[in-house]
């Protein structure tokens, strides 16, 4: 069975910083390419940042130098630090892995930006 976990979102001041891991199992995890997403009310899911199996990355305009994605195929986790958050990054962030035609989505974690 696959699943992937998110966790480590909150509530945080603008400016501040949160780290977002996601644990995944049941699957290579090694050979997937892995990426978090975000969808806030009313909008649409957007991708934030991926990275593939050689560690090469890409990013929304929008997080460029603030955010960095990474991952760990030891502990088969991913994450996505966060630093110099917005009230516009307001969102559920979700993880995705995807192989070829193989997708898989974790279930969010919230992220709330706010004074």
């Known amino acids: 069975q696959v699943q992937l976990v998110e966790s480590g979102g909150g509530l945080v001041q603008p400016g501040g910083s949160l780290r977002l891991s996601c644990a995944v199992s049941?699957?290579?995890?090694?050979?997937?390419?892995m990426g978090w997403y975000r969808q806030a009310p009313g909008k649409q899911r957007e991708l934030v940042a991926r990275i593939d199996s050689g560690g090469s990355t890409n990013y929304a305009d929008s997080v460029k130098g603030r955010f960095t994605i990474s991952r760990d195929n030891a502990k088969n986790t991913v994450y996505l630090q966060m630093n110099g958050l917005k009230p516009e990054d307001t969102a559920a962030y979700l993880c995705k892995g995807e192989l070829g035609i193989k997708d898989y989505w974790g279930q969010g974690t919230q992220v709330t930006v706010s004074s």
């Open positions: 049941g699957i290579t995890f090694r050979l997937y390419v």
